[in-house]
């Protein structure tokens, strides 16, 4: 393998690991979103059953 194509596959993981970053990112916003929205809705349920 020469030196280039070394360099390369370098350039190509670290994007790839720059991606997957950026994915458990989304992915972690998304889950306190849900969570969020799940305790609001657990809130308001409570809120209506002792009503």
Do not use: G
């Not at 998304?30 to 209506?48: F, G, I, P």
Request: aromatic fraction near 6%.
């Amino acid at each position: 393998m020469s030196e280039i194509e070394y360099d390369e596959l370098v350039k190509k993981v670290r994007q790839h690991e720059e991606a997957i970053a950026q994915l458990l990112e989304i992915i972690a916003v998304t889950n306190r979103r849900l969570s969020e929205l799940d305790k609001k809705n657990e809130e308001s349920s409570h809120a209506y059953s002792f009503s």
